[in-house]
């Protein structure tokens, strides 16, 4: 049996400043007919930025769907058709003023793959200078330096619930495991 799904047809039923939401009507493996509902969103990025002194930069914004202030990696939303290197650096520098040396691909992951189509960037910057943050007009930030191994433990303890962010500080922490493995 195959695991793919057929598209059959689509409705698109809205259009937002950030998001698309469409229903698409798939034949299902068996034959079966179902729809899936889908929320388009053009991708984003998140930075693992970390100062000389093995900090990262993290920033404090109210999280209006949660209704709380979390704690999160420097991150934002690609424009269509934008290089995500290019918009890891625009972002790093708008949310925290720091620009970087080296920016290093950590991957990509999927946010919510069960009907959600962000694919979110994750790069390590290093070799860090800071100028002056510019943040959106609608975007209210606290800018933080938390030590990478206090972060670390509050990423597996469950204090820092944003995927992103944990993702991106576990994959820095295997990287380091790794490198000191191959010495």
């Known amino acids: ?44 990025v998140a930075i693992v930025a970390i100062d000389e002194d093995d900090n990262v930069l993290t920033v404090k914004q109210y999280r209006y769907a949660f209704g709380t202030v979390l704690e999160e990696l420097p991150a934002g939303k ?33 946010a919510s793959p069960g009907g959600f189509t962000e694919v979110l960037h ?21 800018f933080e330096r938390v030590p990478f191994d206090t972060l670390l433990r509050r990423c597996l303890s469950g204090d820092i619930r ?7 500080v576990l994959k820095v922490y295997a990287l380091r495991t790794l490198h000191k493995e191959e010495q």
């Open 122 to 142: 994750l790069y390590m910057a290093t070799g860090l200078t800071f100028g002056s943050q510019h943040p959106d007009e609608d975007e209210f930030i606290d």
């Open 78 to 110: 690609l424009e269509r058709g934008e290089d995500p290197a290019a918009a890891a650096r625009r972002e790093l520098s708008e949310e925290t003023g720091a620009s970087c040396e080296t920016l290093t691909s950590l991957g990509e992951i999927l």
């Open 162 to 168: 944003d995927g992103k962010t944990v993702a991106g």
């Open 1 to 44: 049996m195959t695991l793919s799904e057929e598209f059959i047809s689509r409705e698109e039923i809205f259009h937002g400043r950030i998001v698309d939401l469409r229903v698409d009507t798939v034949r299902l493996p068996n034959g079966h007919l179902t729809t899936r509902e889908v929320i388009d969103h053009p991708g984003g």
